[in-house]
Nanobody, 128 residues
């Protein structure tokens, strides 16, 4: 069982930037960021933000953040990152780190159900 711990976030200004980190307790395969509005309770309702393959050569971004975010990873540190610029109030959400077990696959999942491991989430609030 791999543990994921997010850090970063907090209260930010519209137009600003955020940087989130996710430390994994062991090696993982595909990793991703999702976010969830307070009004949605079920894990499967989380919105896809971005995902990156184990080697970092494949990635995907969600429609609402495409062009504003960069996902990256450092496998030596078992850490995933998310940099997001030009923040908007609608970016306000709890951001979750997710991962699949390492399996050598290049599959890029964009659904919450594609992931096995989840962090506890970190709150990001963007004020206008």
């Amino acid at each position: 069982q791999v543990q994921l711990v997010e850090s970063g976030g907090g209260l930010l200004q519209a137009g600003g930037s955020l940087r989130l980190s996710c430390a994994a307790s062991g090696r993982t395969g595909l990793m991703a960021w999702f976010r969830q509005d307070p009004g949605k309770e079920h894990e499967l309702e989380r919105e896809f933000v971005a995902a990156i393959s184990y080697l970092g050569h494949l990635e995907e971004q969600g429609d609402s953040v495409r062009g504003r975010c960069t996902i990256s990873r450092d496998n030596a540190k078992n850490t995933l990152y998310l940099q997001m610029n030009s923040l908007k109030p609608e970016d306000t959400a709890v951001y979750y780190c997710a991962a699949r077990p390492y399996d050598g696959s290049n599959y890029i999942g964009t659904r919450a159900g594609d992931y096995v491991y989840w962090g506890q989430g970190t709150q990001v609030t963007v004020s206008s």
